[in-house]
Nanobody
Framework: QAQLVESGGGLVQAGGSLRLSCAASGRSSSVSDVAWFRQAPGKEREFVARIIPSGATTYADSVQGRFAVSRNYARNTVYLQMNSLKDDDTGTYYC??????????WGQGTQVIVSS
């Protein structure tokens, strides 16, 4: 059974950096089209970044220039490098893999807390 597992979250001071990982495993798992989302306490889940099969990436305006998504096919893992972290970046970060026409495979999330 395919699954995604996020890791790398934690507590960091404002201005610091973290790198999140999203490892895919199991039958039919793929990191060819993966997106990162986040959900802050009391807020709706929002899109953060995406990498598609061609390697092209897209980002939410709020993280453009600070976050970078990358992929390692050999490790079946997608990464989210987060720099210059702000209080507003606090939340639970999820990765999701596209299955067909939607992001049908989700990880359990990893928590990021940015302290000022």
């Amino acid at each position: 059974q395919a699954q995604l597992v996020e890791s790398g979250g934690g507590l960091v001071q404002a201005g610091g950096s973290l790198r999140l990982s999203c490892a895919a495993s199991g039958r039919s798992s793929s990191v060819s089209d993966v997106a990162w989302f986040r959900q802050a306490p009391g807020k709706e889940r929002e899109f953060v970044a995406r990498i598609i099969p061609s390697g092209a990436t897209t980002y939410a305006d709020s993280v453009q220039g600070r976050f970078a998504v990358s992929r390692n096919y050999a490790r079946n893992t997608v990464y989210l490098q987060m720099n210059s972290l702000k209080d507003d970046d606090t939340g639970t970060y999820y990765c999701a893999a596209r299955l067909g026409s939607s992001y049908g495979l989700w990880g359990q999330g990893t928590q990021v807390i940015v302290s000022s």
